[in-house]
């Protein structure tokens, strides 16, 4: 199955959205038990996603997403699950 299929982008997102919801799940546990570097942790949400949206952006608008809307879904979806499985391993280890 090609990479950027119907089928495997539909697979894709599906893990990115569970992954998300894991890091979404994690975050407001600690958030919500006071955790001492909560505070922290709001702020580097916040700061994540706005780099990564700038990154993001810049990536699209050199072509390094490639051209197709395929290829760009694909790399799109590769790009934030990079940053959310590195966020569910961080947060997993410290919870």
């Known amino acids: 199955?090609?990479?950027?299929s119907p089928e495997a982008l539909m697979r894709d997102a599906g893990k990115l959205w569970v992954e998300?919801?894991?890091v979404i799940a994690l975050r407001?546990?600690?958030?919500?038990?006071?955790?001492l570097g909560a505070g922290?942790?709001?702020l580097r949400m916040v700061t994540e996603k706005v780099w990564a949206g700038w990154e993001w952006?810049?990536?699209?608008?050199s072509g390094q997403l490639g051209h197709?809307?395929?290829?760009?879904?694909?790399?799109?979806?590769?790009y934030y699950r990079r940053a959310v499985r590195a966020?569910?391993?961080?947060?997993?280890?410290s919870a």
């Not at 966020?87 to 280890?93: D, F």
Request: aromatic share 0%; glycine share 8%; net charge negative.
């Open 68 to 78: 197709d809307p395929g290829t760009v879904c694909s790399r799109t979806l590769t």
């Open 40 to 42: 922290d942790e709001m």
């Open 20 to 22: 998300a919801g894991s």
């Open 87 to 93: 966020n569910l391993h961080r947060l997993s280890e």
């Open 57 to 61: 952006s810049l990536a699209l608008a």
């Open 1 to 4: 199955m090609k990479s950027d």
């Open 28 to 35: 407001t546990a600690r958030i919500g038990q006071a955790d």
